[in-house]
């Protein structure tokens, strides 16, 4: 037998045995240019070269194996370029005897490089098609402080034979495999010898390749890591928390050596631990809970995420609905083949057990506050320069904590201002920040929020809570819908306020104006795009539609209109390019309710009738507020014209300018003013176009006739801006029923709080948001904003004759039995307000002793 067939026989045998113990995934999509090159291609003027870092016998029979499967030209079949052939169509960066990536100018030239080079040299005609190829066996990143890590996971270092053959047993089925878009040799040569004439074209080729697979390599890996000893060595001794150290000493009056103490204390309470063997573990760990508790978690749009990671610094910013997201941003992360993000973490959570575990998964922990320790504050901003320079992709929850309305809250600016100061103090990739939707059909702190909500204290955390929580594993709790919403690039919001070019030296640089104002509408842009990016599911559709009735029922054939009236709204005028809506129709959202149990059907002789089941309705309105924003207009154009029967577009237009800003505020609405008018239009026409309102002779919108089919869709439409309108009222009728100059913001804040349970008791509101203080401070910094009022030197709430005439405008949206009720309900005499504020405090005060006492 001859050399070559012998050879051809070991290859196959080789990718036999291979194939018994591993399985590689392929990550991302096969470029589209490989596979017009058909593996039975005559033409010998174009062919395909596989490019690998390493060399690696293993390596490429696992390319040759996929490529294959793929029907590609495979990897280990000769490669044919004009009259001369080399054994295979594989290119190693650094050939058998290199091994060495610390050094890679001393690196001696592949000689297959070489050789393709000169070919193309000769021969004009001829054309090498590039394919770089990233091998992975296992994900872990270097960890300096274990040896068995080393052997037993894949690294930054280039692993030696027994190594490699420890790669295959233990991770054959945790292989990877991402093939990279193809780069023409010839073009490199062209670029090479155009752009670096000083260099030798296959030492440019060679440099670029490298860098372009260690830059892919990081995507899924993750930056370089050291150990978590290694790197609390490495902060300790930077200067800025050496001056911190010796501050603290002056400070404090104690020696370095008790302030270096603390500040190691400090360090051992922030640091991540990140571990891959922990990582994997939950993704196993996790698959089973979601297939347990879940119907299935159904992401979209992360295409976009895996496009910007090869550039890009990716900071995850999702909305906060549950403790349950870490895990889940995590997983689905994992999954699909990059690295899992470090994640700010409350230190609430930093509790036995589970605090290590977090850790483990990429978690660091946060103060609450870091008010009166700047120790802390410097430790903590290193910490996170640090995190930035290795370009480790990053997470936390712009709104600081977990939603309980189910809205998004104002944001904290807080992590925000701090990743800004340090990507100003040394940049190294530009930062993108992923906002991201996180929607459930049912949530296991359900409960919780309603009794929190309703007045009860927040309960801390503990291991004991997180195990009654476990107890609800064998429930029904639907799908889980993960969409990555359009990305917010800081650079661009540092340009947009002229901040572009203004740089930091030291943690303790204060942030100039035009930075802070980029922080801010960077904050306020990733909660637009996180509403942008809702995902309308049949709980939520469901939830809007029977809480918009006084009774939370109806006939079942009506019910099930109303729901596809509101899908076909979504669908001929999406609220955004990525939000996405439930392909069930009205009838299969209905039975998919009554399975998850949160609606029942009532069945009679001249009709079913479909109710929310009983104790559901509070809890409910959480996944109503989810998808609230993608509704609000059309609401508060149905419930103009319902209220008034008759009204002309241009008045309706007034209405709606004016408020819109209240709205816009809350609910962080992405239209400008400016495009206001065309969208007013746009869902105006829409609702003529579904019949629910017409218009007569003069071009005046008018109301369906009462009691008829449309007039009930449309009274039902107009629901949800509702209550955001009685709250407005409400918080206007407490301001000018006690006069210009004669009330305080918090006041009127803490008022609104009280009035608003008051009449959730008395009315059956039933509205979570009625006891979210958030949503008041919002109204009252708009009002500020737009100028209708202003505060004094005694900081009470002075206004005018307009703040009086926006109060007014509540006649057109609000009909008179609500308006009595709401003028009533906030008419306080001078001893009552007194009694109620002084009530109030003592409650604080009772809660803050509780809590010392704690």
Known sequence: MSKSGFGQMYRKLSGKLLDLVVSPQVLGEIPTELSSIQTTSSDKKKVVCYVLQNHSRSNALVVDGETRKQKLTPALNPMIIGEHTEKVSILFLQHNQENNVLNRSSQTLPPRLLRLVELLEKDPELDIELVPVTVLWGRSPDKEDSLLKLLLTDSWSTPGTVKQLVNIGLHGRQTYLEFHPSQSLRDLIQYAKTTHPNLSPATYILTTLNDYLDNQREIVLGPDLSDRRNVMHSLIKAPDVQAAIRHESIRSKVSIAEAEKRAISCLNEIVSDYSHSTVRFASQALTRLWTQLYDGVEVHNFSTVRELAKDYEIIYTPCHRSHIDYLLLSYVIYRRGLMVPYIAAGDNLNMPLVGQILRGGGAFFIRRTFRGNALYTTVFKEYLYSILSRNTPLEYFIEGGRSRTGRLLPPKTGMLAMTVHSHLR???????????????????????????????????????????????????????????????????????????????????DAIPNEVSDAVNSSAT????????????????????????????????????????????????????????????????????????????????????IIAIEDSQAVLLTYFRNNILHAFILPSLIAALVKHNAVISPEDMRNVITTLYPFLKAELFLKWTGKELDTYIESYT????????????????????????????????????????????????????????????????????????????????????????????????????????????????????????????????????????????????????????LDALAAQKAKHRLKRKKK
């Open 685 to 836: 026409q829409a609702l003529l176009d579904a019949n629910l309102i017409g218009l007569d002779h003069d071009g005046h919108l008018v109301c369906p006739v009462p009691n008829s089919e449309d007039h009930n869709q449309l009274s039902v439409l107009a629901a949800p801006v509702t209550q955001s309108l009685e709250r407005y009222y409400m918080t206007l009728a407490l301001i000018t029923q006690r006069g210009s100059g004669n009330i305080s913001t918090r006041q009127v804040e803490e008022l609104s709080h009280l009035v608003g349970q008051r009449l959730s008791v008395l009315y059956e509101f039933n509205s979570p948001e009625f006891f979210d203080k958030a949503l008041f401070q919002s109204f009252i910094k708009v009002l500020t904003q737009q100028g209708y009022i202003s505060t004094n030197e005694n900081n009470a709430i002075v206004f005018d004759e307009q703040f009086r005439n926006v109060a007014q405008y509540a006649n057109l949206v609000l009909d008179d039995v609500t308006l009595q009720m709401l003028q009533h309900i906030t008419s306080f005499t001078d001893d009552e307000l007194k009694e109620a």
């Open 525 to 608: 842009a990733i909660l637009e795009n996180i509403n942008r990016a809702a995902v309308i599911n049949p709980v939520s559709l469901l939830s809007l539609v029977l809480l918009a009735t006084p009774k939370h029922t109806l006939d079942e054939e009506i019910c099930t209109k109303q729901l596809d009236t509101y899908r076909n709204l979504l669908t001929k005028l999406p609220y955004d390019s990525r939000t996405q809506v439930t392909p069930l129709s009205g009838k299969e959202i209905i039975e998919y309710g009554l399975k998850l149990k949160l609606i029942k059907r009532v069945h009679h002789v001249l009709g079913d």
């Open 426 to 508: 040394g940049r190294a990739k530009p930062i993108v920040f992923i906002p991201t939707y996180i929607g459930y059909e049912r949530l296991m702190e359900g409960s919780t929020y309603v009794g929190e909500m309703n007045g009860k204290p927040k309960e801390a955390e503990s291991v004991m809570g997180i195990l009654k929580t476990l107890r609800k594993i064998e429930r029904i709790f639907g799908k889980v819908h993960v969409n990555f919403g359009e990305p917010v690039f800081l650079d661009d919001m540092l340009k947009k306020h002229g901040a572009e070019n203004i740089e930091l030296n030291k943690n303790d």
